[in-house]
T-cell receptor, first 114, second 106 residues
Framework: SAVISQKPSRDICQRGTSLTIQCQVDSQVTMMFWYRQQPGQSLTLIATANQGSEATYESGFVIDKFPISRPNLTFSTLTVSNMSPEDSSIYLC???????????FGSGTRLTVV | DAKTTQPPSMDCAEGRAANLPCNHSTISGNEYVYWYRQIHSQGPQYIIHGLKNNETNEMASLIITEDRKSSTLILPHATLRDTAVYYCIGAYKYIFGTGTRLKVLA
């Protein structure tokens, strides 16, 4: 199965700043998604990262707050912009690999905003 | 995308079968049902999926009702390491519900 490297694994950031999270996969993938998991909650889909075009955002998430890049089939970034304490969450990337059942999830980035 | 409903929590004795139900009454005819689990502090892990027929793999069995409105994930011999949150998803795009927190008791 695909191996995902998600960086950083955790960070503590000041409010008003931005953090860029990287998701690197060891093989070419078709689908890439970004999720947020707030403390004690389920996962919420932020957006689908589309290769070579703008990401598709879910209701309640906007590009200005969560810009996403996907320059190729193995890499994507999610930026959390102008952070507030409410952005404190675990952010996970997920990928679909051709010929593999189900999607593979990264181990997540634990973000704390102070 | 299908909305799923699961009981918030369940307990199961170690060594016994754990049967986790999921209601997905709005699922469409060509949407697969997927099951994942999330062990504390890790990303979700794929378990099994199915469309119409019952499925079995090395981790679990999946029973889907004939009308496809519900399914049951069966862990045949639960161990302490199976303690996790289990998510049932019915969609092309993964919209996670609240899941079932399974606690396996020694």
């Amino acid at each position: 199965s695909a191996v995902i490297s998600q960086k950083p694994s955790r960070d503590i950031c000041q409010r008003g700043t931005s953090l860029t999270i990287q998701c690197q996969v060891d093989s070419q993938v078709t689908m890439m998604f970004w999720y947020r998991q707030q403390p004690g909650q389920s996962l919420t889909l932020i957006a689908t990262a589309n290769q070579g075009s703008e990401a598709t955002y879910e209701s309640g998430f906007v590009i200005d707050k969560f810009p996403i890049s996907r320059p190729n089939l193995t890499f994507s970034t999610l930026t959390v912009s102008n952070m507030s304490p409410e952005d404190s969450s675990i952010y996970l990337c997920s990928v679909g690999v051709p010929g593999q059942y189900g999607y593979t999830f990264g181990s997540g980035t634990r973000l704390t905003v102070v | 995308d299908a909305k799923t409903t699961q009981p918030p929590s369940m307990d199961c004795a170690e060594g016994r079968a754990a049967n986790l139900p999921c209601n997905h009454s709005t699922i469409s005819g060509n949407e697969y049902v997927y099951w994942y689990r999330q062990i504390h502090s890790q990303g979700p892990q794929y378990i099994i999926h199915g469309l119409k027929n019952n499925e079995t793999n090395e981790m679990a069995s999946l029973i889907i009702t004939e009308d496809r409105k519900s399914s049951t994930l069966i862990l045949p011999h639960a161990t302490l390491r199976d303690t996790a949150v289990y998510y049932c998803i019915g969609a092309y795009k993964y919209i996670f519900g609240t899941g079932t927190r399974l606690k396996v008791l020694a």
